[in-house]
């Protein structure tokens, strides 16, 4: 599993979005546990995050001056999950620093990302990338019931 995550960070870092591609499963999910923020709830399927989630983040930004994901540790794993930090390092198009850190849970199947669990600081995301930009619709909002329906079993 650590390999895949390694690769995973690797690829957003580097912008390699073919790599990042191969690394998503087609019934990819992610869920961002908010409420009312630009990002929040649960966006399903791989096209969706590449065609809407990820323009709606890397939009906001000049590839030039900032690098997603620079640094990232695994805090632990097993068979199928890997808990997560990374860090952002650089500015959005605002002039804002967007030195972020993201809390990742994952849950891979196959050699791929099948979820994404994404917790992050939405006060500076809304800040520095977004301002007034309208939320993007999820498919569902998150509640802890989504965990059961998604594989994460309470311990």
């Given at each position: 599993?650590?390999?895949?995550?390694?690769?995973?960070?690797?690829?957003?870092?580097?912008?390699?979005?073919?790599?990042?591609?191969?690394?998503?499963?087609?019934?990819?999910?992610?869920?961002?546990?908010?409420?009312?923020?630009?990002?929040?709830?649960?966006?399903?399927?791989?096209?969706?995050?590449?065609?809407?989630?990820?323009?709606?983040?890397?939009?906001?930004?000049?590839?030039?001056?900032?690098?997603?994901?620079?640094?990232?540790?695994?805090?632990?794993?097993?068979?199928?999950?890997?808990?997560?930090?990374?860090?952002?390092?650089?500015?959005?198009?605002?002039?804002?620093?967007?030195?972020?850190?993201?809390?990742?849970?994952?849950?891979?199947?196959?050699?791929?990302?099948?979820?994404?669990?994404?917790g992050f600081d939405t006060a500076l995301a809304n800040r520095a990338l977004w301002g007034d930009t309208a939320a993007l619709p999820s498919d569902q909002?998150?509640?802890?019931?989504?965990?059961?329906?998604?594989?994460?079993?309470?311990?």
């Amino acid at each position: 599993m650590k390999q895949i995550i390694d690769n995973f960070y690797t690829a957003i870092k580097s912008g390699n979005n073919e790599q990042l591609w191969s690394l998503v499963h087609d019934d990819f999910t992610l869920v961002c546990p908010t409420r009312d923020h630009i990002l929040s709830g649960v966006y399903k399927g791989k096209s969706r995050f590449f065609e809407e989630v990820l323009p709606c983040v890397f939009g906001c930004v000049d590839p030039d001056k900032i690098v997603f994901c620079h640094e990232h540790r695994i805090l632990c794993a097993n068979d199928d999950t890997v808990v997560a930090l990374a860090m952002n390092e650089g500015r959005a198009r605002s002039g804002e620093l967007y030195n972020q850190a993201y809390l990742h849970v994952f849950k891979c199947l196959g050699g791929q990302v099948l979820t994404l669990i994404e917790g992050f600081d939405t006060a500076l995301a809304n800040r520095a990338l977004w301002g007034d930009t309208a939320a993007l619709p999820s498919d569902q909002e998150f509640t802890l019931a989504t965990l059961d329906a998604l594989g994460f079993d309470e311990l």
